[in-house]
């Protein structure tokens, strides 16, 4: 892939989330963006959280699958998800900044596999996901 193509992918790829309604719900912003990894924060805030002030799972799960399909997006390839499995290591509490780095393991042309960790800022782990994703179409247009 181009230069040019990566830049307009991370270019696209902050203003798709940004306007995204749900990753917009749970505060999910971008961090980092290259070619088959992407790397997505997001802080536990009281929405997020179950009885217990820790992150409810399906919050997790949520940055988990946007961060694998943004690592799909990077390699220009819209997706949806086909299948998902998560690993909950440890409780995340209320106020705790979680880094997901999501990348492509598979990078076919019609499904892609990917893997994603949920870790705080001193490199704790405290999720791991896998994923399947079906490839609908292009995210951009190369040629421009």
């Not at 997020?48 to 694998?68: P, Q, V």
């Not at 399947?132 to 421009?144: D, Q, T």
Request: net charge neutral; aromatic share 8%.
């Amino acid at each position: 892939m181009t230069d040019n193509i990566v830049n307009r992918l991370t270019k696209h790829l902050r203003l798709f989330y940004k306007e995204n309604p749900y990753v917009e719900l749970l505060h999910i912003w971008v961090d980092n963006v290259e070619e088959g990894s992407v790397t997505l924060e997001m802080k536990i805030d009281r929405k997020h959280t179950n009885f217990y002030e820790m992150s409810h799972g399906g919050a997790l799960m949520s940055l988990a699958d946007t961060a694998m399909g943004a690592a799909c997006l990077s390699h220009n390839k819209k997706v949806v998800t086909l299948s998902f499995n998560m690993s909950f290591i440890k409780g995340v509490p209320l106020g705790e900044k979680l880094i997901a780095t999501g990348h492509v393991v598979h990078n076919g042309s019609r499904t892609m596999m990917c893997e994603c960790e949920l870790k705080n800022e001193a490199g704790k782990l405290f999720c791991k996901a896998s994923g399947s994703f079906f490839v609908i179409g292009k995210l951009l247009a190369e040629n421009n």
